[in-house]
């Protein structure tokens, strides 16, 4: 038997005599005590309230045993138990049964066991302990709390719940001044819309703000969000992420150097660096230093050096502008002219997207070139519309017009349409001379991503520099009709064809004069085009390699 349990039976022995000297104590009637207060310096523990109290002495120990509905208080710190063995000579008490601990009326444990030490106001809880802030509540088998700290410690699992969401670790530490607890080894948070993993955690009861304090995932569905340093907040649902995070999904993967989430609305701002995939069907990239984001509307707001990937297995094609933006064609407010197919009936919704770009708009691909001031990319039609001062180069051909209209088929160009003004410049490899195309209207057909034929019509005028079998030049041939047609080998005009109302002269070259060598209204612009991907890509090294 050992010393405590001796007690509590010596105690027991003694019960009835402290009844039957005071017929007044029953078990409903609480006895007061004349006993002195316990003081350690200036630290005291005072002897409220109990059904029964017997004083002991055991080995040079003083002993106060309380029974039934025990109120012990030391400061603003009040201890309940069914029964209390107090050490009146160390100060240190040992609680049985029904053990509450109510610490300045903010922290509230309750335990089955407790051990008590007055001069550090150490407790040490064990069996079924429960701590609880007004907002969280933690349970584990054993706790040890600082009443001066307010800070309480569990190292043999705990979990905490706060309405529906729960909490769990191996160890952890509740800090009752702030409400935050740092939860460490094997942390999961579960709640109905989130389920996060990591090693160590901090949160708080009463913001439901949770902190990253090491590698973490926070799984919603099919999302994850990988992090090793940023927070989330399990009520708002909103989130910050540093350091490189990234998000994954079933249909994207997004990665940045510093990511805000809110999850209520579906929305997210990403910068520095930030990559966006996609892993669809449609099979492009966005990277630059601003995103903004909404998957409810699904669109993209990007700036900042933004640059588009609309990636092919052999040829990516690469855009950049002031300003990039992602939407669904059908939530446009405003009516985008059909081009070969109807943007407005859409029987696929992989298709019902759209990507517009503006202001010193580029593109780039091994096969293609070009530049606007603003361009519109519709997925429902495949068709790139380049708008206001539109330039496109392939090979040795420089294309512009008012409006080009490109037509994409398998993410290759299959046809170009030049409303009004077209004007297309062939350079004759290292020479100084241009072959030349202008109509009203310009039309490119492609095959395999190369030039096959143009056909200008309304007021064509050409310039033509024929060669011999030697590839020397045999003259100019300057020619007007009303249709003119070019055709094109190993990405070369071979061939010229005119209809209806020709007229047209051939002269030697060295008898030309210098103005006729041109039409009117020739601008070639080399200066202006794109020479690389990396021309287009403005961002540092993390994103250079990325495919």
């Given at each position: 038997?050992?010393?405590?349990?001796?007690?509590?039976?010596?105690?027991?022995?003694?019960?009835?005599?402290?009844?039957?000297?005071?017929?007044?104590a029953?078990?409903?009637?609480?006895?007061?005590?004349?006993a002195?207060?316990?003081?350690?310096?200036?630290?005291?523990?005072?002897?409220?309230?109990?059904?029964?109290?017997?004083?002991?002495k055991?080995?040079?120990?003083?002993?106060?045993?309380?029974?039934?509905?025990v109120?012990?208080?030391q400061?603003?710190?009040?201890?309940?138990?069914?029964?209390?063995?107090?050490?009146?000579?160390?100060?240190?008490?040992?609680?049985?049964?029904?053990?509450?601990i109510?610490?300045?009326?903010?922290?509230?444990?309750?335990?089955?066991?407790?051990?008590?030490?007055?001069?550090?106001?150490?407790?040490?809880?064990?069996?079924?302990v429960?701590?609880?802030?007004?907002?969280?509540?933690?349970t584990?088998?054993?706790?040890?709390?600082?009443?001066?700290s307010?800070?309480?410690?569990?190292?043999?699992?705990?979990?905490?719940?706060?309405?529906?969401?729960?909490?769990?670790?191996?160890?952890?530490?509740?800090?009752?001044?702030?409400?935050?607890?740092?939860?460490?080894?094997?942390v999961?948070?579960?709640?109905?819309e989130?389920?996060?993993?990591?090693?160590?955690?901090e949160?708080?009861?009463?913001?439901?703000?949770?902190?990253?304090?090491?590698?973490?995932?926070?799984?919603?569905?099919?999302?994850?969000?990988?992090?090793?340093?940023?927070?989330y907040?399990?009520?708002?649902?909103?989130?910050?992420?540093?350091?490189?995070?990234?998000?994954?999904?079933?249909?994207?993967?997004?990665?940045?150097?510093?990511?805000?989430?809110?999850?209520?609305?579906?929305?997210g701002e990403?910068k520095g660096?930030?990559?966006?995939?996609?892993?669809?069907?449609l099979?492009?990239d966005?990277?630059?230093?601003?995103?903004?984001?909404?998957?409810?509307?699904?669109?993209?707001?990007?700036?900042?050096?933004?640059?588009?990937?609309?990636?092919?297995?052999?040829?990516?094609?690469?855009?950049?502008?002031?300003?990039l933006?992602?939407?669904?064609i059908?939530?446009?407010?405003?009516?985008?002219?059909?081009?070969r197919?109807?943007?407005?009936?859409?029987?696929?919704?992989?298709?019902?997207?759209?990507?517009?770009?503006?202001?010193?708009?580029?593109?780039?691909?091994?096969?293609l070139?070009?530049?606007?001031?603003?361009?519109?990319?519709?997925m429902?039609?495949?068709?790139?519309?380049?708008?206001?001062?539109?330039?496109?180069?392939?090979?040795?051909?420089?294309?512009?017009?008012?409006?080009?209209?490109?037509?994409?088929?398998?993410?290759?160009?299959?046809?170009?349409?030049?409303?009004?003004?077209?004007?297309a410049?062939?350079?004759i490899?290292?020479s100084i001379?241009?072959?030349?195309l202008?109509?009203?209207?310009?039309?490119?057909?492609?095959?395999e991503?190369?030039?096959?034929?143009?056909?200008a019509?309304g007021?064509?005028?050409?310039?033509?520099?024929?060669?011999?079998?030697?590839?020397?030049f045999?003259?100019?041939?300057?020619?007007?009709?009303?249709?003119?047609?070019?055709?094109?080998?190993?990405?070369e005009?071979?061939?010229?064809?005119?209809k209806?109302?020709?007229?047209?002269?051939?002269?030697?070259?060295?008898?030309?004069?210098?103005?006729?060598?041109?039409i009117?209204?020739?601008?070639?612009?080399?200066?202006?085009?794109p020479?690389?991907k990396?021309?287009?890509?403005?961002?540092?090294?993390?994103?250079?390699?990325?495919?």
């Amino acid at each position: 038997m050992n010393k405590w349990a001796s007690l509590i039976l010596l105690s027991g022995l003694c019960f009835s005599t402290v009844k039957g000297q005071n017929p007044k104590a029953t078990t409903k009637d609480t006895l007061k005590p004349t006993a002195p207060a316990i003081a350690n310096g200036s630290k005291l523990i005072e002897f409220l309230s109990a059904e029964v109290y017997n004083v002991k002495k055991m080995d040079s120990m003083d002993y106060l045993i309380l029974v039934g509905h025990v109120k012990i208080r030391q400061g603003k710190t009040l201890l309940y138990g069914d029964s209390i063995i107090l050490n009146t000579t160390l100060n240190t008490l040992e609680d049985f049964g029904n053990v509450h601990i109510n610490d300045a009326d903010s922290v509230n444990i309750y335990a089955n066991y407790l051990k008590y030490i007055g001069a550090t106001k150490k407790a040490f809880l064990r069996k079924k302990v429960k701590l609880t802030d007004g907002k969280g509540v933690l349970t584990t088998d054993s706790l040890d709390y600082d009443v001066n700290s307010k800070l309480g410690s569990f190292k043999n699992g705990g979990k905490l719940v706060r309405n529906k969401t729960v909490l769990t670790s191996t160890e952890g530490l509740y800090y009752g001044e702030t409400r935050d607890v740092i939860f460490r080894k094997k942390v999961e948070l579960v709640d109905p819309e989130n389920n996060i993993i990591t090693d160590t955690l901090e949160y708080n009861t009463y913001s439901q703000l949770t902190n990253f304090l090491s590698p973490s995932k926070i799984i919603t569905g099919s999302r994850v969000i990988s992090t090793s340093n940023g927070n989330y907040n399990t009520g708002t649902r909103k989130g910050y992420m540093y350091d490189r995070s990234n998000i994954d999904d079933s249909t994207y993967h997004f990665i940045a150097d510093e990511m805000a989430v809110d999850d209520s609305l579906e929305m997210g701002e990403f910068k520095g660096n930030a990559i966006y995939t996609s892993k669809d069907t449609l099979g492009f990239d966005l990277m630059a230093n601003n995103i903004k984001a909404n998957k409810q509307k699904s669109t993209f707001l990007a700036t900042e050096n933004p640059l588009l990937l609309i990636k092919q297995k052999k040829d990516t094609l690469y855009i950049a502008a002031d300003t990039l933006y992602a939407g669904k064609i059908s939530d446009l407010k405003r009516k985008i002219p059909n081009a070969r197919d109807s943007v407005g009936v859409i029987t696929d919704t992989t298709l019902d997207k759209y990507f517009e770009a503006y202001h010193h708009v580029k593109i780039y691909s091994d096969s293609l070139q070009g530049k606007a001031d603003s361009l519109f990319y519709s997925m429902s039609d495949s068709t790139i519309r380049l708008i206001s001062d539109p330039i496109i180069w392939a090979n040795n051909n420089q294309i512009t017009g008012d409006t080009l209209y490109l037509f994409v088929k398998n993410k290759k160009p299959e046809q170009l349409y030049v409303f009004e003004n077209a004007f297309a410049i062939n350079k004759i490899d290292t020479s100084i001379y241009y072959n030349q195309l202008k109509g009203n209207k310009l039309n490119v057909w492609f095959e395999e991503g190369e030039i096959h034929k143009m056909s200008a019509k309304g007021n064509a005028e050409n310039i033509y520099f024929p060669l011999d079998n030697d590839k020397d030049f045999i003259g100019v041939n300057h020619s007007n009709a009303q249709i003119i047609e070019v055709y094109f080998e190993n990405t070369e005009p071979a061939k010229v064809v005119f209809k209806n109302q020709l007229v047209g002269k051939m002269t030697p070259l060295n008898q030309t004069p210098k103005e006729e060598l041109i039409i009117r209204g020739f601008k070639y612009q080399e200066n202006l085009r794109p020479k690389s991907k990396f021309e287009l890509i403005k961002l540092p090294s993390p994103a250079l390699n990325k495919p």
